[in-house]
């Protein structure tokens, strides 16, 4: 449920209902020709390496920031259709994992669902800010007008955003949802970064958040950082990555960067180390992909067993 204090509660958001291109046969290897130049929603397993197209969203030219809820039912994402903006013409979508009542939810991007599968936190580019929405999109609420790129707690009880400290650095900050109040991470301890980016993910014990940044001196990196104590600041992964990855266990993440071998976006996964950040030899091409098309995102299920992931055509 959205939670009854947040505050500016506005009127009910305008939802669509899409015509939906399904299917649901595992293709492994396979090249799949049918719907070549949409976009899909897939599911890798990881145990296995065989990749399973879930569904075809229609009439999108761009789609990302895929989430995925904690028991596997329900997938939202971003996206824009062709010509558009993928910034201020950006519309958030919801939908079953299988494609089933595909909504678009009007004005939204970057969403994360609450640890129920309830509730979406996301942002808007025309009514800038950070809002909750419940899944039908019934009902929004901004709860904070300069963050950006929410993720929930695994404990379901703050958000995290993105946004400037009382120093006005950038900063990530903290918002109990018991209360409305909103604390920085780093705060006066200070960082070495000039940008914090969106699609961050938290621990599964909540204890660290794992993001992408860019330093000073204009090199980019996935770091890891303590939410109790900003001085333990780890990089983890040095080399420039989009920002949509997930964890697998302890010392694993997948991350999707270009392929020089492909020519296109792939999923990558990296081992990492507890001796310090390592580079690309620490990093292997997911096997079961479709490497002529773009893969984005990571959603890692809760048991590491399966990541999903939106495979876009190749412009």
């Not at 009880?157 to 993105?162: A, E, H, N, V």
């Not at 014990?205 to 600041?233: H, P, Y």
């Not at 964890?247 to 991350?255: A, P, Q, T, W």
């Not at 507890?274 to 048991?303: E, I, M, W």
Request: glycine share 10%; charged share 20%; net charge negative.
């Amino acid at each position: 449920m959205v939670p009854h204090n947040l505050r500016q509660f506005v009127s009910p958001l305008f939802s669509v209902l899409f015509v939906l291109s399904q299917s649901n046969v595992g293709y492994g290897h396979e090249t799949i020709e049918n719907d070549v130049d949409l976009i899909w929603v897939c599911k890798l397993d990881l145990e296995t390496n065989t990749v399973k197209r879930l569904f075809t969203v229609p009439e999108l030219g761009i789609a990302g920031s895929l989430a995925v809820s904690a028991d596997e039912k329900w997938v939202a994402f971003d996206g824009s259709k062709p010509g558009q903006s993928n910034t201020v013409d950006t519309h958030l979508f919801v939908a079953g994992i299988d494609g089933t009542g595909l909504t678009d939810l009007g004005d939204g991007a970057l969403p994360s669902w609450s640890p129920d599968g309830s509730d979406l936190a996301f942002c808007r580019y025309k009514d800038r800010g950070v809002w909750i929405t419940n899944r039908d999109g019934s009902v929004a609420e901004l709860i904070e007008r300069d963050g950006w790129g929410p993720q929930w707690s695994p404990d379901g009880k703050s958000i995290l955003y993105s946004g400037r400290n009382d120093d006005n650095e950038v900063d990530f900050l903290l918002m109990d949802l018991s209360t409305n109040e909103s604390k920085p991470i780093f705060g006066g301890n200070g960082h070495p970064y000039k940008r914090l980016f969106f699609n961050s993910v938290w621990s599964p014990d909540g204890n660290r958040i794992i993001f992408k940044a860019t330093r000073k001196n204009d090199t980019s990196e996935v770091a890891s950082v303590s939410v109790s104590d900003s001085r333990d600041l780890k990089p983890l992964f040095l080399r420039n990555t989009y920002a949509n990855f997930g964890l697998v266990g302890d010392n694993k993440i997948i991350v999707p960067y270009g392929s020089k071998s492909h020519g296109t976006v792939q999923l990558h996964l990296v081992t990492l180390s507890r001796d310090g950040p390592v580079k690309d030899a620490a990093s292997n091409h997911l096997a079961g992909q479709f490497t002529h098309r773009n893969s984005y995102g990571a959603a890692v299920s809760s048991d590491f067993r399966r990541a999903y992931f939106l495979s876009v055509p190749k412009k």
